[in-house]
């Protein structure tokens, strides 16, 4: 009995990641959907980056970090679409234990890191707006550094605490995830140990470190709208809300997601609709924020347009 046991234990070596294998039909359109999503994605983070490194008038904070938060998507995606559309390709849907949590370290420390920017973004918007004189004296050069790295660190410590825990788990079979990614709860499901202690921890790290971000930047905008709104004329109302509105977009768009996500209950009848919201923050956030920023903010485009007309230059010359 007790050989069986252990025989039991021992039998699963691999993870088998089901994806979108149960609609064969669209297999090809999702894989270009994917492809097409992740090139745009590289393509337009890139270029923001880039423009923020190249262009003089972009050396200020709101730009460092919104360069910062370019660099953390395009590891964000990669955490995941690459894997996702070779298994497209290959056919080949299997994942080494180690791979997959691997897979969810990445990811999830780069979505907890993520959640630290955008509050980092948003104290940054909330000083500038409410505290205009003192603005270069507290956002210098080590403040900026501070909040950039305390993001990066803080995301991928609370991950790596829950990762380590999570070889202790014993996996017997079935193997199959049904999700497109090492996600915490389709894996831990899978586990035939008591799994009460990890999720636990991972509940309270969730909490301790994306619960006081969400807070930050819910007060930070509270703080903004108050000060926007005294404001007397109306031109100055907009001038003042501009400077912040795309990065107001791009916070609502991550954290929907993520509510969406992790605390709606996942039932069988939701299966399908949890993984299109999975797609959402995991592939078309990191889309979609490069654009946002891109059509909304002028001094982007003005930085657009000068790279433009020196490229044209150098053609002609
Ligand atoms: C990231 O932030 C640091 C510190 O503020 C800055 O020096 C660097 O240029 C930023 N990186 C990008 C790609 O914007």
Request: glycine share 4%.
């Amino acid at each position: 009995m007790r050989r069986a046991e252990q025989l039991n234990e021992t039998a699963v070596v691999e993870f088998i990641i089901l994806s979108f294998q149960s609609i064969p039909a669209i297999q090809f359109i999702l894989f270009l959907m994917f492809l097409v999503i992740y090139i745009s994605t590289m393509l337009g983070n890139l270029l923001i980056m880039v423009l923020v490194v190249t262009n003089q008038h972009l050396h200020k904070p709101m730009f460092f970090f919104l360069g910062n938060l370019s660099f953390l998507e395009t590891c964000y995606t990669s955490a995941i679409l690459p894997r996702l559309l070779a298994s497209f390709l290959t056919n080949k849907y299997v994942i080494s234990l180690n791979d997959c949590f691997l897979q969810y370290f990445f990811f999830t420390g780069l979505a907890g890191a993520e959640c630290c920017l955008l509050a980092a973004m948003s104290y940054d918007r909330y000083i500038a707006i409410c505290k205009p004189l003192h603005y270069t004296a507290i956002m210098d050069g080590r403040c900026c550094l501070l909040l950039v790295g305390g993001s990066w660190l803080n995301g991928l410590l609370a991950s790596a605490i829950v990762t380590s825990l999570m070889p202790q788990l014993t996996f017997c079979g079935p193997n199959e995830i049904d999700h497109f990614f090492c996600d915490f709860t389709p894996v831990v499901k899978l586990s035939c140990s008591d799994t009460h202690w990890i999720e636990l921890v991972e509940f309270i790290l969730a909490f301790l470190f994306t619960l006081p971000p969400f807070l930050l930047t819910l007060v930070s905008y509270a703080y903004i709208g108050n000060t926007v709104l005294r404001i007397p004329s109306s031109t100055g109302r907009h001038k003042a809300f501009s400077t912040c509105s795309s990065h107001l977009t791009v916070v609502t768009l991550f954290y929907g997601t993520l509510i969406v996500v992790y605390l709606v209950p996942q039932t069988n009848t939701l299966g399908y609709l949890h993984k299109a919201f999975s797609v959402c923050y995991t592939a078309l956030t990191p889309l979609v924020n490069p654009l946002i920023y891109s059509l909304r903010n002028n001094n982007i485009k003005k930085a657009l347009r000068t790279a433009v007309n020196k490229y044209r230059g150098f053609d002609k010359a």
